[in-house]
């Protein structure tokens, strides 16, 4: 769709600008004659500027409507997004931006539908009739171009106003992290601190998902940690309007308890991949943090495989679903490998899990159905 549309808004530009040269050649040859009295040729003059409005203006208004709509479209995802996740200022600007493509859309249908009715007219009549049909659509459309314009520059100046308060409010954690720099634009925002604070704080976000130990304590024998997801609301996963498919984000897990390969013993030993996802997901938590998602969880206690050996890695794979502005889901996967002696904190790994991850959703409120092996 953004090839669409760039190539509609750009056909379309090319014939509006094609379109207002000519007419303001013509018309400034209409008053000259007009001037002179020469009303032979200025009829002339009209009759071409009714072929001029005509054919260029089916293009130009035409290829206006289809670039304007998805414009329009586009802005109103936007909005959207910008009202899920709760930024009222980026709302704002959106829904300016979408006020404006929406207005510049209505005046390019309204100029296309003129047109079209002038064909219309200009087709039923013959001979001397047809003339004078040119000669008056000429004088009308001119009119109507000049007026579209007026109209069309307010909407565009709303919708590039729209825009860049959806630009200005609407920041990606890099481009938080980017202002808080002595490099910043934004004075005010600058944290002045030390360098490897900023390392620290990029280093985030560089690493979106991590595993760190959960300060309180758990039964005897278990081990609780957490996972932190940066870049995402603490009520990322809560339910909006309980429509799963509109969520701006989607959090789904995949465990395994992984007893690692033997090849001392005389019959040596592969990797041996146990399914826990149902363990992990049954004791998860959403914990109140302001500047993350963090899920508490409790590690499951080892088991014996079919070879009498306990499994004691945990490995733990993470789907995190963001919504783009075009509706669809960027999707990335993350494997993190947790052993019982795993220095903090825990970092994906480049790995390929040995079986096929089966998700299992994780939502607010955490429903018992969910959970099912």
Request: contains cysteine.
């Amino acid at each position: 769709m953004p090839l669409v549309e760039s190539l509609s808004a750009t056909s379309s530009a090319g014939f509006v600008t094609a379109q207002g040269i000519a007419d303001t050649l013509l018309t400034a040859r209409a008053s000259a004659l007009a001037n002179n009295w020469q009303l032979g040729a200025l009829k002339g003059v009209h009759i071409r500027l009714g072929q001029l409005h005509v054919g260029l203006g089916f293009f130009g208004y035409g290829l206006g409507v289809g670039a304007y709509a998805m414009s329009t479209y586009k802005h109103g995802a936007e909005w959207l997004d910008a009202i899920k996740q709760g930024n009222a200022a980026a709302g704002a600007g959106a829904a300016m931006a979408m006020s404006g493509s929406a207005g510049l859309t209505a005046t390019s249908a309204y100029g296309f539908v003129r047109t079209y009715f002038s064909a219309i007219q200009i087709g039923s009549v013959t001979g001397e009739s047809r003339a004078q049909a040119w000669a008056t659509a000429g004088t009308r459309l001119s009119g109507l171009f000049a007026r579209l314009n007026l109209f069309g520059l307010a909407f565009t100046v709303l919708e590039l106003a729209g825009t860049w308060i959806y630009n200005h409010y609407n920041l990606s954690e890099r481009d938080k992290w980017l202002l808080s720099t002595p490099w910043t634009t934004d004075s005010p925002k600058n944290r002045k601190a030390s360098l490897t604070e900023y390392e620290a704080s990029l280093a985030k976000l560089s690493k979106p998902v991590s595993i760190t130990p959960a300060v309180e304590s758990t039964e005897a024998g278990q081990n609780s940690v957490i996972l932190n997801i940066q870049g995402w609301p603490n009520n990322a996963l809560v339910q909006r309007l309980a429509l799963s498919s509109d969520q701006p984000y989607r959090l789904s897990l995949s465990a395994w308890q992984v007893q690692l390969a033997d090849m001392s013993k005389f019959i040596p030993v592969g990797e041996v991949w146990e399914r826990c996802t149902f363990d992990v997901v049954e004791s998860v938590k959403v914990l109140d943090d302001e500047s993350c998602l963090q899920l508490q969880f409790t590690v499951p206690a080892p088991i014996k495989t079919r070879f009498g050996r306990k499994a004691d890695q945990l490995m733990l794979m993470v789907r995190l679903e963001t919504r783009q502005s075009d509706d669809q889901y960027r999707t990335d996967d993350y494997l993190l490998k947790l052993p019982p002696d795993s220095a903090f904190p825990v970092t994906p790994v480049d790995e390929t899990p040995n079986e096929e991850p089966v998700w299992r959703p994780i939502q607010q409120p955490l429903l018992a159905l969910e959970l099912y092996k």
